[in-house]
C-alpha cells in the first residue's frame, strides 16, 4: 500500500506552523537596536545596575491599522520604516533581575518610572529625571525600558506630502512603537541584522506604566487593538495613573510640530476634541478588549483628588450619563488618592495657593508590587478603594463636561469639615493632617488646575481667631509631638497591613513626623553628662 501521512498528525503540524508564524507578525519587525551610551546605574540589592541609551528602529507593513500609514514613504522592502529613542535600566547580568519588565511610557519626551516609583519624600523628583532616587525598582530586580514614542519627542515617525506639499505624520505609529519594542525585549534573540537582545531569555512578564498622557496612551494602545502581537500580548499588566476618563487622540495625520497628543481638555477650552470622545470607562474599553476574544491584561487605576475637578474623572467611573458607578471589569482594581495631586511640584509661582504636597509614591510603589504578584503568580492585589462623589457644585470650581456629553454628570470627592476628601487610600499626610490638601488653585491655567492646592492649618487658636479660620489648629488637634506621631504611626501601619504601603515608607514617614518642626523641639541637657 502507498504511504499515507497521518491526519492527525499533519493537523497538529499545520496548527503548531501557524502558531509559530502568528507569534512574529510580518506587519511589524525590530531592524535594529543600537546602544550609543552603556554607562553604569548603580549597586542594589539586586545587584549592579547599568543604563544603556540608544534608539530602536523598526519597519511596519502598509496594511497596518494605522491611518495614513498607507502613504507613508516605503523602504526597499515596501514597507514604512520609523525609528525612536530608548533607554535600558537593567541588571548588568541581565538574568539576576526578578524576571519583569517595566516599559514606561514617556509623558511628552520625559520618563516617569524613576519619578514615580523612586521617588525620594523629601524633594519628590519630577517628570524626566533617570536618578537613582530610593532605588526601589532596582532593589526589587526590575528592569525598566522607556520607549519614546511621540512626535518630536524623541520618535521619528513616518509621514508624507500632500497635494498641497504639506507635511503629515503617521502618529498612530507611536502605539505600534510601543508595542514592538516591548515584544522585542520580551521575546527576540537578536534584531533583524543579527544584534543581541540584551535581554534575551531575562524577562518571563511584561508591564507598562503611564501617567497623565501616558496613561491614556495606554487605555487607547489596549482599546485600538495594539496590546496583541500574534497569539500573545506585549502587556501583561499595565499601571494607569492620574489618566481619569481620558484617552489619547494619536490615530491620525497630524501636521505637527507637536503630537495631537500633546493637549488636553481645560477650563479655557472645555470642548477640545478627542481625549473625552470615546469610551469613558474601563468597563466599556475592556467589553470591547474582549468583544475582539482578546484576554485583557491585569490593570491598576489610580486616579489623584485634583483630576475629579480638573480632568474630569467621575465619568471614568459612571460612563457619559448618570451618577452610578459602572462595576469594574475583573481584571481591574482601581484606587482613589485622597487629598492627592495630579502632579507634585516643590513650588508653583504662577499660581495662588501653595501646590498639593500629598506623597503618593508609597503607594505607587506598594500597588506596583501587587501588579507584578497578580501577573506573575495570580495574588490579587487588595479591593478597590474610591472616594464617594457628588454632583460638583461649582465652588471650589470643577471643569465642566464637554458640550456632546449632554447626560454627563460631573462629580466630585465629598469633603468632611475641613475641606479633606472621604474615602479612597488615605495616606498619614491626610489621616492625620495638617491642612488641607488637593483643593483648587487659581488662576485655571493647564498647570495651575493640575498641582492643587495646600491650605496649612493655624499653628494655635488664638492665630486661628484672628485670621477667622474656622478649622482646628494644630494645638487643638494633637496634644503635643507624641500624640501627632503616634497617630501617624497608626495610620502607617494600617496601610501596611492593608497593602497599601511598604514597611520601609512606613518608617521614614514616621522618622519625619518625629521631626516634623510643628511642635516645639524637645528640651535638652545643658550639659552633656
Not at 550609543?36 to 540608544?54: E, L, M, N
Amino acid at each position: 500500500m502507498p504511504y499515507r501521512p497521518h491526519g492527525p498528525m499533519v493537523v497538529f503540524l499545520f496548527c503548531l506552523l501557524g502558531l509559530i508564524a502568528m507569534a512574529r507578525p510580518a506587519s511589524a519587525e525590530v531592524t535594529r537596536i543600537e546602544f550609543t551610551s552603556k554607562q553604569p546605574f548603580g549597586t542594589f540589592r539586586a545587584g549592579d545596575y547599568v543604563i544603556w541609551q540608544g534608539k530602536i528602529h523598526g519597519d511596519l507593513a502598509p496594511q497596518e491599522a494605522i491611518p495614513g500609514i498607507d502613504k507613508a514613504a516605503r523602504n526597499e522592502r515596501g514597507r514604512v520604516d520609523y525609528s525612536a529613542k530608548i533607554v535600558l535600566v537593567m541588571p548588568a547580568a541581565p538574568r539576576a533581575g526578578n524576571g519583569a519588565l517595566l516599559v514606561d511610557v514617556p509623558n511628552r519626551g520625559l520618563a516617569n518610572a524613576e519619578m514615580l516609583y523612586n521617588s525620594p519624600r523629601d524633594i519628590p523628583f519630577l517628570s524626566g529625571t533617570l536618578e537613582q532616587g530610593t532605588g526601589f525598582l532596582q532593589d526589587h530586580g526590575f528592569t525598566v525600558a522607556e520607549v519614546y514614542w511621540e512626535l518630536g519627542q524623541g520618535a521619528d515617525l513616518p509621514s508624507f506630502a500632500d497635494g498641497d506639499g504639506k507635511t503629515h505624520y503617521v502618529e498612530g505609529v507611536g502605539f505600534a512603537i510601543v508595542r514592538d519594542a516591548a515584544d522585542f525585549l520580551a521575546h527576540a534573540a537578536t534584531d533583524s541584522a543579527g544584534s543581541p537582545n540584551p535581554l534575551n531569555g531575562a524577562i518571563n512578564r511584561v508591564l507598562a506604566s503611564g501617567r497623565s498622557q501616558d496613561g491614556r496612551f495606554l487605555k487607547s494602545f489596549l482599546l485600538n487593538g495594539f496590546n496583541m502581537v500574534g497569539n500573545r500580548r506585549a502587556f501583561d499588566g499595565m499601571h494607569v495613573f492620574v489618566s481619569a476618563a481620558g484617552l489619547l487622540p494619536i490615530l491620525q495625520m497630524g501636521l505637527g510640530p507637536n503630537s495631537s497628543g500633546a493637549d488636553a481638555p481645560t477650563f479655557a477650552n472645555p470642548d477640545f476634541p478627542g481625549v473625552n470622545d470615546g469610551p469613558l470607562t474601563i468597563g466599556e474599553i475592556t467589553a470591547k478588549v474582549e468583544a475582539r476574544r482578546e484576554v485583557p491584561p491585569k490593570m491598576l487605576l489610580v486616579t489623584s483628588t485634583t483630576d475629579y475637578y480638573s480632568l474630569r474623572a467621575s465619568l471614568g467611573r459612571t460612563g457619559a450619563s448618570g451618577t452610578a458607578d459602572q462595576p469594574l471589569p475583573a481584571n481591574v482594581r482601581m484606587y482613589d488618592i485622597a487629598g492627592g495631586s495630579h502632579v507634585i511640584v516643590p513650588k508653583a509661582p504662577t499660581c495662588t495657593l501653595p501646590p498639593g504636597r500629598i506623597d503618593w509614591a508609597p503607594l505607587s510603589r506598594a500597588l506596583l508590587l501587587h501588579l507584578d504578584s497578580w501577573v506573575g503568580r495570580n495574588a490579587e492585589p487588595p479591593a478597590s478603594e474610591l472616594m464617594p462623589l457628588e454632583p460638583a457644585s461649582g465652588e471650589p470650581p470643577a471643569l465642566r463636561a464637554p458640550t456632546r456629553l449632554s447626560a454627563a454628570v460631573i462629580q466630585v470627592p465629598k469633603r468632611d469639615q475641613d475641606g479633606n476628601a472621604l474615602g479612597g487610600v488615605r495616606l498619614p499626610d491626610l489621616a492625620v493632617p495638617t491642612g488641607t490638601n488637593g483643593g483648587q488653585n487659581q488662576p485655571q491655567t493647564f498647570t495651575c488646575m493640575l498641582v492643587g492646592s495646600f491650605s496649612p492649618f493655624a499653628a494655635t487658636k488664638a492665630e486661628r481667631e484672628r485670621s477667622g479660620d474656622a478649622r482646628p489648629s494644630i494645638e487643638e488637634r494633637y496634644h503635643g509631638r507624641d500624640n501627632y506621631v503616634n497617630r501617624i504611626r497608626i495610620a502607617a501601619q494600617d496601610l501596611v497591613a492593608r497593602g497599601f504601603m511598604l514597611p520601609e515608607d512606613a518608617a521614614v514617614i514616621i522618622q519625619e513626623a518625629a521631626s516634623s518642626n510643628l511642635f516645639a523641639p524637645a528640651p535638652a541637657n545643658a550639659e552633656p553628662r
